[in-house]
């Protein structure tokens, strides 16, 4: 007697991170009215699948026997999509001639490592700036961007926060004086 094919396939399913794909494995190809219930020794093909991060990953179908039967398999696509990340920035503003402030970051899935800023807006004057990755140095108002890169597990997080550079003001024989930006 020549065995009969049976094809065992994986039909590929899309999944997010952090939830578990069924693998479920489609056999067709029983002969003379058998089923998976009717077969002889009739042990179904499955998939192992180790794959956890973010990505797409072909995955084949394996294993199983039935009497007077062979197997044929055919892969699947999993795709397990990455979740969007969160993230923060928090910059308070500095008056003309101070010292920059940096950057306050927080992300509990992206991280916070290898981030960049990109700073823009338009000095008091109406001088447009950036986008920089530098800070901005004259009065005005500005606002900080900041990306955190994708992960195996979230994708890009692009996070924004506005903040001023004031002038300095000080009291000087009760007379309001304003430092000049210019040098």
Known sequence: ITPATLTATY????????????????????????????????VKPSIINSNTAGGIYKLTPEGGSARNYVFEYVEGTLTIEKLTG??????????????????????TTNGIENVTFTYTGTAKDGTKYGPSTKSPELIGSYTVSVTFPANEYYEEVIVSKTFEIAAIKMNK????????QEK
């Not at 993230?87 to 402030?101: H, M, Q, R």
């Not at 024989?173 to 000049?180: A, H, K, P, R």
């Open 173 to 180: 024989d009760n007379t309001e004086v304003t430092l000049s």
């Open 11 to 42: 039909e590929g399913e899309l999944i997010n991170y952090g939830t578990s794909p069924s693998l479920e494995v489609l056999v067709e190809g029983f002969v003379n009215g058998e089923t998976e219930l009717t077969a002889k020794e009739y």
């Open 86 to 107: 969160s993230a923060s920035v928090e910059i308070k503003g500095w008056e003309y001639g101070e010292e920059p402030n940096e950057p306050v970051v927080t992300s």
